[in-house]
């Protein structure tokens, strides 16, 4: 079973850094994500989401793989690239897995403008060592869905003051 967590913080470099100290806690296996996207608001309140993954290049570019050799059977290897990768990045460009969009948007709303907020969506974690990691790390806990007491520890680690 997968739980949210959303905290908000002061500026995108702080939301990026936890972000990356979550990254560095899953080489560890300490933590597994199953997404982590940085919603951005800028002055005049325009939200820009910082994924991990760019499904339309993704798409595009398997696309144009995938086309290239079809094209290859058919003797028009150029054409068959063209159309792969056009199709594979419109493919790409409607797909979307992990957090959903729209909602990490109206989520992001009640941020002030050049703050940002941090979207995990945890599958597993050693709750009291990624708690460590996290002491002191500052940021608001907007949602989360994880039981009261998890939920709670959380709040109390980002408001810590780190060791």
Not at 13 to 33: C, G, H, P
Not at 81 to 91: D, E, T, W
Request: net charge negative; hydrophobic share 50%; charged share 20%.
């Amino acid at each position: 079973m997968n739980d949210l967590l959303v905290i908000a913080f002061p500026s995108e470099a702080k939301a990026e850094a936890v972000r990356q100290k979550l990254f560095d806690m899953q080489k560890e296996y300490l933590i597994e994500m199953g997404d982590a996207v940085v919603a951005v608001k800028d002055a005049e309140g325009h939200i820009k989401l910082n994924q991990l993954f760019n499904t339309t290049a993704i798409g595009g570019v398997s696309g144009m793989f995938w086309g290239a050799l079809i094209g290859l059977i058919f003797m028009m290897p150029l054409a068959g690239a063209a159309l792969g990768a056009a199709s594979g990045a419109v493919s790409g460009a409607l797909t979307d897995f992990g957090i959903d969009d729209k909602f990490m948007k109206e989520a992001a709303e009640v941020i002030p403008p050049g703050g940002a907020a941090l979207f995990v969506l945890v599958r597993k974690m050693t709750t009291d060592k990624v708690l460590e990691g996290l002491k002191g790390a500052g940021g608001t806990v907007l949602r989360t869905s994880f039981e009261k007491s998890k939920d709670e520890a959380i709040r109390a680690a980002l408001s810590a003051h780190a060791s």
